[in-house]
């Protein structure tokens, strides 16, 4: 990932974590990462941060909870982040979805007429107009998080309902939560090589 896409990702996570802690209600760092899809040690380090920069102040609560406080300061950041997360989205979908089509379009040349999403989030959505451009058809929706919700015109499933038979491949669609999607396909014993992300676009 080049250094633009990197200070993108930056204020996008920023954002993503004010948002999550504007309404000062009581919460564990561990719940903030599950929500953002990153580790618990980086919220910690975006935590301390805004807390320097006086962002935000902390209220403590038992058990490991506490709240997060956005400061008038924090506020105005925010604000200003709005305009910058704006601009990152319309980086994505330009990037992305140049990615994906570059990747359905390998997919194709191999035979593959339809495939399999793994994560629904706006990168899936961005994902789905590509894969409409190729012409190949989706198979299956996995995200445990969203089972029986409604993606386009499937319904979202849980990784035990996959039809191992169709040989489709897995193209993972969430780029915040890539890394627990692999790890989630990897225990359900799908090899490696039946799953995509963008990374894996030309190899």
Known sequence: MNDKRDGD????RTFQLMTEIESGEAISQRELAGRLGIAVGLVNSYLKNFVAKGWVRIRNYPRNRYAYLLTPKGIAEKSRLAYQHLSYFNNLYTVVRQD????????KQQGFDG????????????AYLSLQEVGISLVDVLDPEKVNQQFFSN???DVANIDRCSGAPLVVTSQKREATLLKLLAGAGFQRDRIFTLDRVGR
């Open 100 to 107: 994906y089509l570059d990747l359905f379009r390998m997919l």
């Open 9 to 12: 990702q930056e204020v996008y």
């Open 155 to 157: 319904k979202v499933i």
């Open 115 to 126: 495939v399999i999403f793994c994560g629904v989030d706006e990168v899936a959505e961005i």
